[in-house]
């Protein structure tokens, strides 16, 4: 054993791929993350996919207009106002406005002719545009293959509503820094250097996950050099690494001040009789592992659907 060390295998040692697992994907940054892009990611593919948030950069200059006939007129599955976002063909007041597609024909030139597709929310069945009737389709100058008919959307919703995709994109990002973090704490795990650490601080920082107060530990070791460090845990599991009068640290010997303690980590990885890491539960790496298989499931379903 080191002075002011504890007993663990020689670095670099082995570290289990369950307990690297939990590592990479574990904590809340990463919890979060990724559920914010599995159920961020749901709604993105709902409305952002289907707002009309190119308009505003097609249709900025010059607009050229043309007469065009309808070629059909069709009834989305979507609605907007009333109770939600989709609509179950009911025209009850409390379900919002129907949303119509509206196909047509026109000819920007005289030995071209081009077919489009617009969206139109309708207050009413009256308004309904009906097959073969005349209306104005507008398109950019010198893009006659992007129009729409003049009132109507390009998509079916507005063009505001991509907005909801910063949803999965911020997840995703709060995803990777974890995933960072992560593989930082696993390397630490792999060729770090012992120390016991012990609690000089512990103040409430105002947050809560899962109405429980999110509290700042700040820890104080010893290096094998005889240089004290500190470094702060931020958990709403405190009692982890409060049950002992001393903490079990790994440190970087390059960069002392990088360190983790290991009761710290998704899993709390154990030790053996020889030092060695223990392997984590099956269970609980499963469990740990949902949320970015489906927040991954869920951005694979987006990129395919921006594709087509």
């Given at each position: 054993m080191r002075k002011g060390g504890f007993d663990i295998a020689p670095s670099p040692r082995r570290v289990p791929g369950s307990v690297r697992l939990g590592v990479l994907f574990g904590g809340w940054l990463n919890q979060v993350g990724w559920g914010l892009v599995a159920f961020g990611g749901v709604f993105a593919l709902i409305f952002a996919v289907n707002s009309d948030c190119t308009s505003w950069y097609h249709f900025r200059g010059e607009i050229q207009s043309v007469t065009g006939t309808v070629t059909g007129v069709e009834r989305t599955a979507f609605s907007q106002g009333g109770g939600g976002g989709r609509h179950r063909r009911s025209r009850s007041s409390g379900r919002g406005k129907p949303i119509y597609e509206v196909r047509y024909r026109y000819t920007p030139t005289a030995d071209i002719s081009r077919e489009g597709v617009s969206y139109l929310l309708a207050p009413n069945s009256t308004t309904e545009p009906t097959v073969s009737q005349e209306v104005i389709v507008e398109y950019p100058a010198n893009r006659p293959d992007v129009s729409?008919?003049?009132?109507?959307?390009?998509?079916?919703?507005?063009?505001?509503?991509?907005?909801?995709?910063?949803?999965?994109?911020?997840?995703?990002?709060?995803?990777?820094?974890?995933?960072?973090?992560?593989?930082?704490?696993?390397?630490?795990?792999?060729?770090?250097?012992?120390?016991?650490?012990?609690?000089?601080?512990?103040?409430?920082?105002?947050?809560?996950?899962?109405?429980?107060?999110?509290?700042?530990?700040?820890?104080?070791?010893?290096?094998?050099?005889?240089?004290?460090?500190?470094?702060?845990?931020?958990?709403?599991?405190?009692?982890?690494?409060?049950?002992?009068?001393?903490?079990?640290?790994?440190?970087?010997?390059?960069?002392?001040?990088?360190?983790?303690?290991?009761?710290?980590?998704?899993?709390?990885?154990?030790?053996?009789?020889?030092?060695?890491?223990?392997?984590?539960?099956?269970?609980?790496?499963?469990?740990?592992?949902?949320?970015?298989?489906?927040?991954?499931?869920?951005?694979?379903?987006?990129?395919?659907?921006?594709?087509?």
């Open positions: 729409r008919i003049r009132g109507m959307r390009r998509r079916p919703f507005h063009g505001a509503l991509a907005l909801i995709g910063l949803l999965p994109v911020s997840g995703l990002f709060m995803a990777l820094l974890g995933l960072r973090h992560g593989m930082h704490k696993s390397s630490l795990l792999k060729c770090g250097k012992p120390a016991n650490a012990r609690l000089v601080n512990k103040r409430a920082t105002g947050a809560q996950v899962n109405k429980q107060t999110v509290w700042a530990l700040t820890f104080e070791y010893v290096t094998d050099q005889g240089t004290t460090h500190q470094t702060v845990v931020r958990t709403h599991h405190e009692e982890r690494l409060l049950d002992e009068a001393t903490e079990k640290l790994v440190y970087d010997p390059g960069h002392p001040t990088r360190a983790v303690l290991l009761d710290s980590l998704p899993g709390t990885p154990g030790l053996d009789e020889m030092g060695n890491i223990r392997p984590s539960g099956t269970g609980s790496v499963v469990a740990l592992l949902i949320l970015p298989a489906v927040g991954t499931g869920m951005l694979a379903a987006a990129m395919a659907v921006m594709a087509r």
